[in-house]
């Protein structure tokens, strides 16, 4: 995980002009916040309209405050509800000697310590992990791994509650967090949750940085570092080609020992309580996304061999500082609207939706035919600004800049080129001819976009053209 930067240096990354015009209208109607005792009496005390002066400019300029400060708290992975920016907030704007609020809000969320790393827990669906199966219990062979590094852990099912719980505390020890799991709270979930999938099902774990007011108004941020945590595991596996042997593919967990649900409705979350407490607050929480998206969140079709990502190869790193870079620019400019056209907005969010082809581009299908347009939709977002003529000599080309220093090139160009023959087949014709090595295909496609990720943010704020600008065309 980023690293946390001091507080004078989020002050100043909040502070821009409509920061400070907001700051000097709600300082100079601080009056008005000291009739109220909180937000909630701020928010029901208001009559029908017409609403009297000066409440409309308050709305206003308190949701562009409140909305560049969550900005900014996002893009460091800091997923503070808004609820609770709320109330931070508007006891800095109510308090007269409180000079600035913004920075009261952040010494706020400073010293109760809800900025602190705790974890979320979901289940994965059709996930192996292989040469684990019986050997983990005859062998004692570790059936998870752990990349500390990026904050994420992923664990064959346990079938047992006490191993999983086990398990939770071993990575909560790993990725550097002192506070211990509260074992009663989680059982009482357990037992009166439909959470089955807690020991049936393989576990995602990701460290994050969280502290809500209520139980959904953070889950949109959730799923967002679930996307991208997931991810990582597509990408390691489009590298495991040639280096696993199908004979070595015996004991899967995706295949022995396998009990795994779909009945997937909640996931738990453990967060820092207020205070510097030695517990974590642990929260089952219901999920409100459509049924589909949770399904496709939760299907990570690969296997994966622990033998291979023992030792940490570069590439990992290399995807992790990638999918970090996502995470920053896609939480700092695409959740917050602006009236505003913006060039680096639009870029962000493209990145991240591409990923959700590569992802599904590893899907088993009746229509092989499926998996290769989910891969070349994938590469045409990722190397194109918009549509136009010439669009496979346009990526040839352009995968070619960007693979410039990779071994295998050709292979990969290669790949490519019968890819995108192989789309067009299916797209027009209904019917794949031309057959394609999708494993290679892939693996360019993880190269591909470390490298332009690690230039995102080379792309300025103005409309424009950022692909073709990042590759000097």
């Given at each position: 995980?980023?690293?946390?930067?001091?507080?004078?240096?989020?002050?100043?990354?909040?502070?821009?002009?409509?920061?400070r015009q907001?700051l000097?209208?709600?300082?100079?109607?601080?009056?008005?916040?000291?009739?109220?005792?909180?937000?909630?009496?701020?928010?029901?005390?208001?009559?029908?309209?017409?609403?009297?002066?000066?409440?409309?400019?308050?709305?206003?300029?308190?949701?562009?405050?409140?909305?560049?400060?969550?900005?900014?708290?996002?893009s460091?992975?800091?997923?503070?509800?808004s609820?609770?920016?709320?109330?931070?907030?508007?006891?800095?704007?109510?308090e007269?000697?409180?000079?600035?609020?913004?920075?009261?809000?952040?010494?706020?969320?400073?010293?109760?310590?809800?900025?602190?790393?705790?974890?979320?827990?979901?289940?994965?669906?059709?996930f192996?992990?292989?040469?684990?199966?019986?050997?983990?219990?005859?062998?004692?062979?570790?059936?998870?791994?752990?990349?500390?590094e990026?904050?994420?852990?992923?664990?064959?099912q346990?079938?047992?509650?006490?191993?999983?719980?086990?398990?939770?505390?071993?990575?909560?020890?790993?990725?550097?967090?002192r506070?211990?799991?509260p074992?009663?709270?989680?059982?009482?979930?357990?037992?009166?949750?439909?959470?089955?999938?807690?020991?049936?099902n393989?576990?995602l774990?990701?460290?994050?940085?969280?502290?809500?007011?209520?139980?959904?108004?953070?889950?949109?941020?959730?799923?967002?570092?679930?996307?991208?945590?997931?991810?990582?595991?597509?990408?390691?596996?489009?590298?495991?080609?040639?280096?696993?042997?199908?004979?070595?593919?015996?004991?899967?967990?995706?295949?022995v020992?396998n009990?795994?649900?779909?009945?997937?409705?909640?996931?738990?979350?453990?967060?820092?309580?207020?205070?510097?407490?030695?517990?974590?607050?642990?929260?089952?929480?219901?999920?409100?996304?459509?049924?589909?998206?949770?399904?496709?969140?939760?299907?990570?079709?690969?296997?994966?061999?622990?033998?291979?990502?023992?030792?940490?190869?570069?590439?990992?790193?290399?995807?992790?500082?990638?999918?970090?870079?996502?995470?920053?620019?896609?939480?700092?400019?695409?959740?917050?609207?602006?009236k505003?056209k913006?060039?680096?907005?639009?870029?962000?969010?493209?990145?991240?939706?591409?990923?959700?082809?590569?992802?599904?581009?590893?899907?088993?299908?009746?229509?092989?035919?499926?998996?290769?347009?989910?891969?070349?939709?994938?590469?045409?977002?990722?190397?194109t600004?918009?549509?136009?003529?010439?669009?496979?000599?346009?990526?040839h080309?352009?995968?070619?800049?960007?693979?410039?220093?990779?071994?295998g090139?050709?292979?990969?160009?290669r790949?490519l080129?019968?890819?995108?023959?192989?789309?067009c087949?299916?797209?027009?014709r209904?019917?794949?001819?031309?057959?394609?090595?999708?494993?290679?295909?892939?693996?360019?496609?993880?190269?591909?976009?470390?490298?332009?990720?690690?230039?995102?943010?080379?792309?300025?704020?103005?409309?424009?053209?950022?692909?073709?600008?990042?590759?000097?065309?």
């Amino acid at each position: 995980m980023k690293k946390l930067p001091s507080l004078s240096l989020l002050r100043k990354q909040i502070d821009n002009k409509d920061v400070r015009q907001a700051l000097t209208f709600l300082l100079a109607n601080r009056a008005f916040f000291a009739t109220f005792a909180d937000v909630e009496e701020l928010i029901f005390s208001m009559p029908d309209p017409p609403l009297p002066p000066p409440w409309p400019g308050v709305e206003h300029h308190f949701s562009a405050l409140k909305g560049r400060v969550a900005s900014v708290l996002y893009s460091y992975g800091i997923f503070v509800g808004s609820s609770v920016l709320d109330d931070l907030l508007f006891a800095g704007l109510r308090e007269v000697k409180v000079h600035d609020p913004i920075m009261f809000a952040l010494e706020g969320i400073r010293d109760t310590g809800i900025h602190r790393p705790g974890m979320i827990v979901y289940p994965l669906h059709s996930f192996g992990l292989i040469g684990v199966g019986f050997l983990e219990h005859y062998f004692k062979v570790r059936g998870d791994i752990t990349i500390a590094e990026a904050g994420i852990s992923v664990r064959a099912q346990t079938n047992s509650q006490d191993a999983s719980t086990a398990f939770l505390e071993r990575t909560a020890d790993q990725f550097g967090i002192r506070e211990r799991l509260p074992r009663d709270l989680l059982t009482h979930y357990i037992r009166s949750r439909s959470l089955n999938w807690f020991t049936h099902n393989p576990l995602l774990v990701v460290k994050i940085r969280s502290f809500s007011g209520s139980y959904s108004e953070t889950q949109a941020l959730f799923l967002i570092k679930l996307k991208l945590a997931s991810s990582v595991l597509f990408m390691m596996k489009s590298f495991e080609e040639g280096l696993v042997k199908s004979g070595d593919r015996f004991g899967s967990s995706a295949r022995v020992n396998n009990f795994q649900t779909l009945d997937i409705k909640h996931y738990l979350l453990f967060e820092q309580r207020p205070g510097r407490r030695r517990e974590l607050r642990a929260r089952c929480i219901p999920m409100n996304a459509s049924r589909a998206e949770l399904a496709e969140l939760s299907a990570a079709t690969v296997e994966l061999d622990p033998r291979v990502w023992r030792h940490r190869m570069p590439i990992v790193l290399q995807m992790i500082a990638a999918l970090g870079e996502i995470e920053r620019g896609y939480l700092r400019y695409c959740l917050v609207r602006s009236k505003k056209k913006d060039a680096r907005a639009e870029f962000y969010r493209k990145l991240f939706e591409c990923l959700s082809y590569f992802r599904r581009s590893f899907r088993p299908a009746a229509n092989p035919g499926e998996r290769v347009v989910n891969l070349a939709v994938a590469f045409e977002m990722l190397l194109t600004d918009r549509w136009g003529s010439g669009v496979a000599e346009r990526l040839h080309k352009r995968l070619r800049t960007v693979l410039t220093d990779v071994r295998g090139i050709r292979r990969f160009l290669r790949s490519l080129d019968d890819l995108w023959v192989c789309r067009c087949e299916v797209v027009h014709r209904g019917l794949a001819k031309t057959s394609v090595d999708l494993a290679i295909a892939q693996r360019a496609f993880v190269h591909a976009f470390i490298w332009v990720a690690m230039r995102a943010r080379g792309v300025p704020r103005i409309e424009g053209e950022p692909v073709r600008m990042l590759l000097a065309e």
